[in-house]
């Protein structure tokens, strides 16, 4: 049984706004008429169109923003905080814009369904290396892996309260050795408007690959996770979202490196049973001695991978008999190191950025069906939202593929600011972005068009 709490799930005041009821349906229920049946069937909850959203971007007085939509859509606005001071400036919704915001945070704010994100980048001190991050939403749950306690590998929870009441989370941890006991893990408070960081070495001391749960208790808090090295391995990342504890996990960007290692973890009351299946751009594999890993319950597993592996662009696929969380940490040089997180099933449109506060970086999108062969578009466009080329590809279910946007032939123009990536069934992707050895890569998240919302039956 999971360690995770039962939380009421509550929505900020900031957070994702949805359609008001039918209005027919309203004004039934306020004269108090019933028409159909006494007792309606239970339903869940439904897609609705977003009506606004919120994100936040950990800063960290070195990052920029890129804030952008797949086309014109409401007004945008950004939000730089800097200690308990904070200034808003209004964007342009049918632009993108390469550099936004400055100190501890920033958030965005976008009105309409035209599907707003932003990211972070830049390089990130004390490891300064290379960071291009989604900036993320409102979640009830955040799990991290990899984080440090220790002076030369470091990590820091980024609390950044988008709403204008009060927030709370609180924290578990669990390590080689098993679940940690941290210090004042419960009821940390963020107040309305602020960016509060906490060090995890605070929490717990001693112990490194640490995986990381955050559970928002109150308000609207959106959690990131700062991570560093100054040892002989230096670089610094903002770690995404390992996403929720899983039995079936894609990690499609584990690029091309000289070392790698896979991190599991395994929260849960009992051991889990772990198959890796590795999938590059000529094999679909098993490594040797990655068939059956066994993980502890409550403890992170660091797993040696095989020299079979090889150090070229692959995919791993984890499967297990009870839900963990995997991700891999790629050292690019002794200058940096990046992690590859899970990647959902994405039909698109995913928005993936090429100008930064960095300047101009085209990355690599490494892609893998999820099923099903995948016909995958991706169109670049300039920063004035028109399109300057595309390009079809064809993925598959067993062979990685990569699409390079620094390709001539598909994408000449320079003056590519971002590109949209659509597909006709389920891939799984990942962004590797690569400039003087230094790496940064990015799980390919959907552009936020819907909510979930109540399933409401008018009765008739």
């Known amino acids: ?83 308990e001071e904070s200034v808003t400036t209004d964007l342009d919704p049918a632009a993108w814009t390469a550099s936004a915001g400055a100190g501890d945070a920033a958030i965005v704010r976008h009105e309409g369904s035209a599907g707003g994100v932003a990211y972070a980048a830049g390089q990130l001190p004390p490891g300064n290396g290379l960071v291009v991050t989604q900036c993320p939403q409102v979640a009830d749950d955040s799990w991290y892996l990899g984080a440090g306690t220790s002076e030369r590998h470091a990590s820091s929870l980024v609390l950044t309260n988008v709403a204008d009441v009060v927030g709370s989370v609180d924290v578990e941890l669990w390590g080689p050795a098993g679940p940690i006991d941290a210090v004042d893990e419960t009821g940390i408070v963020v107040e309305p408007g602020q960016t509060r960081t906490i060090a995890i070495s605070d929490l717990a001391v001693g112990a490194d690959d640490v995986a990381v749960h955050v559970t928002r208790t109150r308000g609207a808090v959106v959690t990131s996770m700062v991570d560093t090295s100054t040892s002989v391995l230096a670089g610094s990342e903002v770690l995404s979202s390992s996403g929720e504890p899983s039995t079936e996990t894609v990690l499609p960007g584990v690029a091309a490196a000289g070392t790698r290692s896979l991190l599991l973890a395994n929260p849960g009351s009992t051991a889990a049973t772990v198959t890796v299946n590795q999938t590059g751009a000529d094999a679909d594999f098993v490594p040797e001695g990655l068939d059956a890993v066994q993980v502890p319950a409550g403890t992170v597993l660091a797993v040696p991978l095989p020299q079979a592996s090889g150090t070229e662009a692959t995919a791993f696929r984890i499967t297990s008999d009870e839900p963990v969380l995997s991700v891999v940490r790629v050292t690019s040089s002794d200058r940096d190191f990046a992690y590859a997180t899970a990647a959902p099933a994405v039909t698109g449109p995913v928005v993936v950025p ?60 320079p003056d590519v600011a971002y590109v949209v990536v659509r597909s006709d069934a389920p891939v799984h992707g990942t962004a590797v972005y690569r400039t003087s050895n230094l790496l940064a890569l990015v799980s390919l998240v959907e552009a936020p068009l819907t909510a979930l919302g109540p399933n409401v039956e008018p009765g008739f």
């Not at 090429?354 to 169109?379: F, I, K, N, S, Y």
Request: glycine share 10%; hydrophobic share 50%.
């Open 354 to 413: 090429v100008a930064t506060g960095l300047g101009p970086v085209r990355p690599v999108l490494q892609l893998l069906a999820d099923d099903a062969e995948a016909q995958v578009t991706v169109e670049a466009f300039d920063a004035t939202l028109t399109s300057v080329g595309s390009t079809t590809v064809t993925v598959g279910h067993e062979v990685l593929a990569a699409v390079d946007l620094a390709d001539p032939e598909a994408f000449a123009s």
């Open 1 to 83: 049984m999971s360690r995770r709490r039962a939380v009421q799930r509550r929505a900020g005041a900031d957070a994702l706004k949805v359609l008001a009821l039918p209005v027919v349906g309203v004004l039934l229920v306020a004269v108090g008429v019933v028409v159909g049946p006494a007792e309606q069937p239970a339903t869940g909850p439904r897609e609705v169109p977003l009506v606004s959203s919120v994100v936040a971007c950990p800063l960290q007085g070195a990052l920029t923003a890129s804030v952008g939509q797949p086309e014109a859509g409401g007004a945008s606005e950004i939000t730089s905080i800097t200690g």
